[in-house]
């Protein structure tokens, strides 16, 4: 079966330090998204993406944030100037299309990346 | 936005017997519920989904039920195993048709099969 991929499965970052979350999708997925777990917590939703652009966002995801799908296959978060409280595991999900039988397709995610922040 | 509770936190269950965990949502344009099992560190796994359209849904030993009046949709598992010890996520999205919305989950339950 099929799975969302991502790299690394942990990164360590000093505090300010950009990082780069990469994420390879479900080869026939539209949509994408990055969601993060801090520690015993939910899952909370970060960011959406179809058609090369943001669908939608949450409050969470503010300007040190962002998404690009440099080509094909992979889909990257990046965190520009990474803070303490960035620290938590990041899961990539991906879901099919609308063009699919049935449009409300669910979300599949990946092992996630742990990124901690010293 | 979007708003779940879930309930209980925790929940611990004699091996063979029954677990049902409970969900609300804020949003009554909502109309996609799916559950999420997590065991620790992995991802979450769809087990089970419901759409607004249905009351019910049922997977072997796994049912969902969904009363959109009282915006609230439960678990049930019956004759539990000690795999399915993990984490339980409730979550909704309201799927309007035009983009690729994202999941609200609520705050996860951990369920512990006593042998």
């Known amino acids: 079966e099929p799975e969302v991929t991502q790299t690394p499965s942990h990164q360590v970052t000093q505090m300010g330090q950009e990082v780069i979350l990469r994420c390879v999708p479900i080869s026939n997925h539209l949509y994408f998204y990055w969601y993060r777990q801090i520690l015993g917590q939910k899952v909370e939703f970060l960011v959406s993406?179809?058609?090369?652009?943001?669908?939608?966002k949450s409050e969470i995801f503010d300007d040190q944030f962002s998404v690009e799908r440099p080509d094909g296959s992979n889909f990257t978060l990046k965190i520009r100037s990474t803070k303490l409280e960035d620290s938590a595991m990041y899961f990539c999900?991906?879901?099919?299309?609308?063009?699919?039988?049935?449009?409300?397709?669910?979300?599949?995610f990946g092992d996630g990346t742990r990124l901690s922040i010293l | 936005g979007e708003n779940v509770e879930q309930h209980p936190s925790t929940l611990s269950v004699q091996e063979g017997d029954s677990a049902v965990i409970k969900c609300t949502y804020s949003d009554s344009a909502s109309n996609y519920f799916p559950w999420y099992k997590q065991e620790l560190g992995k991802r979450p796994q769809l087990i089970i989904d419901i759409r607004s359209n249905v009351g019910e849904k049922k997977d072997q030993r796994i049912a969902v039920t969904l009363n959109k009046t009282a915006k609230h949709f439960s678990l049930h598992i019956t004759e539990t195993q000690p795999e399915d010890s993990a984490v339980y996520f409730c979550?909704?999205?309201?799927?309007?048709?035009?983009?690729?919305?994202?999941?609200?989950f609520g705050k996860g339950t951990h369920l512990i099969i006593q042998p």
């Open positions: 999900a991906s879901r099919m299309g609308r063009s699919a039988p049935n449009s409300n397709q669910p979300q599949h």
């Open positions: 979550a909704a999205r309201s799927y309007s048709g035009g983009g690729a919305d994202g999941l609200t």
């Open positions: 993406f179809y058609n090369n652009e943001i669908s939608e």
